[in-house]
Antibody, heavy 117, light 108 residues
């Protein structure tokens, strides 16, 4: 069974930093690109970042470019998102999602990031 | 960036009735479109990919159609578990992957 489990969310002050993790199981982790997607409270889905199988291709949404870094450890079946200079508008549930052919076929349950003083 | 526009924002439907949700792309995306269902407090779930192919385990009452810029998700006979928010997403021109703003299907 494919499982994606996010962790690392929490309350952080504006300007602070946070590192999110996503632990994967039930599939060949190194064979799939992975994405982070976020959802602000009561709002829709917003794509955040994508990383290819080997990490050679990395993309970011303009809203977070320069403030976050996506990475993966294929030996540990883990995906990461480091975020800094956090703002109130970054408050959201952050999901990791497995990418198939561009569609996102499996999602984790999400981890909540709250940016507030 | 391709903008995805869904309509209507809210659809009120009685159980057992059908529902038709629309999604429009600001430029052609061929058939590179997915539909997701999201229930309160849950992660999105993939329903349809390649505009019309049901994902694993998705009931046959869900169907997708369209290509180019106009797409439709049809639910043939709504069950209680189908009341949720539905999002379309394009993956033809990426990055960025872009989602529609969602259509909420509520009980009438």
């Amino acid at each position: 069974e494919v499982q994606l489990v996010e962790s690392g969310g929490g309350l952080v002050k504006p300007g602070g930093s946070l590192r999110l993790s996503c632990a994967a199981s039930g599939f060949t982790f190194s064979s799939f690109s992975l994405n982070w997607v976020r959802q602000a409270p009561g709002k829709g889905l917003e794509w955040v970042s994508s990383i290819s199988t080997s990490g050679n291709y990395i993309y970011y949404a303009d809203s977070l470019k320069g403030r976050c870094t996506i990475s993966r450890d294929n030996a540990r079946n883990s995906l990461y998102l480091e975020m800094n200079s956090l703002r109130a508008e970054d408050t959201a549930v952050y999901y990791c999602a497995r990418e198939r052919y561009g569609d996102l076929d499996y999602w984790g349950q999400g981890t909540l990031v709250t940016v507030s003083s | 960036e391709i903008v995805m526009t869904q309509s209507p924002a809210t659809l009120s439907v009685s159980p057992g009735e059908g529902a038709t949700l629309s999604c429009r792309a600001s430029q052609s995306i061929s058939s590179n479109l997915a539909w997701y269902q999201q229930k309160p407090g849950q992660a999105p779930r993939l329903l349809i990919y390649s505009a019309s192919t049901r994902a694993t385990g998705i009931p046959a009452r869900f169907s997708g159609s369209g290509s180019g810029t106009e797409f439709t998700l049809t639910i043939s006979s709504l069950q209680s578990e189908d009341f949720a928010v539905y999002y379309c997403q394009q993956y033809n021109n990426r990055p960025p992957w872009t989602f529609g703003q969602g259509t909420k299907v509520e009980i009438k």
